[in-house]
């Protein structure tokens, strides 16, 4: 199979600190990793596409000093939420594939709320 | 409009009953379509491809029609277990190649005793 892990599962913190979020694809090499964001009942929505290597490319409206990326292996991205704040709460999933054409394995997701 | 709708529900329906999800999407230049499950607080889970020629995988049932930009998903002799929400998914490549992903909101099915 392929499986991706996500952690941590849950964060809770203080306005103003900044949350590393890491996305691992254990038994198979991911060319490309995606986050995403899931707010209550909305649909996930793609916040930027990794490759490894390179610079991630964000979706409109998405900031990138932000939403820090880091994709420095292949089978490791980063995403650092970047001094927090409530409206960041959310829940947070990555996935990975190993190839253009390939489907995408999702990771089980981090709940960030921010107080 | 967005690109991919579907109805939110709930659908509630009792065990055995046979029940249908539709989901349209806006993007003619879409390519993969996919219905996905996400339990609650979960992650989404692939749950089968979607082709036009239709496709059936045990209870499930997935059809396309390109022409219409409709996707279906029948869920027949509905477990307990069904329960969850549904999501519709559509891949398109974007500029600089592969493919994404666009989520629809997802329906939510209960399936009560």
Known sequence: GAVVSQHPSRVICKSGTSVKIECRSLDFQATTMFWYRQFPKQSL???????????????QGVEKDKFLINHASLTLSTLTVTSAHPEDSSFYI?????????????????RLSIL | ??????????????????VAFNCTYSNSASQSFFWYRQDCRKEPKLLMSVYSS???DGR???????????????????KL????????????????GGNKLTFGTGTQLKVEL
């Open chain 2, 81 to 96: 277990s069904d329960s969850a929400t549904y999501l519709c998914v559509v891949s398109r490549p974007p500029a600089g």
């Open chain 2, 54 to 56: 239709g496709n059936e």
């Open chain 2, 60 to 78: 499930f049932t997935a059809q396309l029609n390109r022409a219409s930009q409709y996707i279906s998903l029948l869920i027949r002799d509905s």
């Open chain 2, 1 to 18: 409009r967005k690109e991919v709708e579907q109805d939110p529900g709930p659908f509630n329906v009792p065990e055995g009953a046979t």
């Open chain 1, 45 to 59: 929505m793609l916040m930027a596409t990794s490759n490894e290597g390179s610079k991630a490319t964000y979706e």
């Open chain 1, 94 to 110: 990555c996935s990975a594939r190993r190839g253009r054409n390939q489907p995408q394995h999702f990771g089980d997701g981090t």
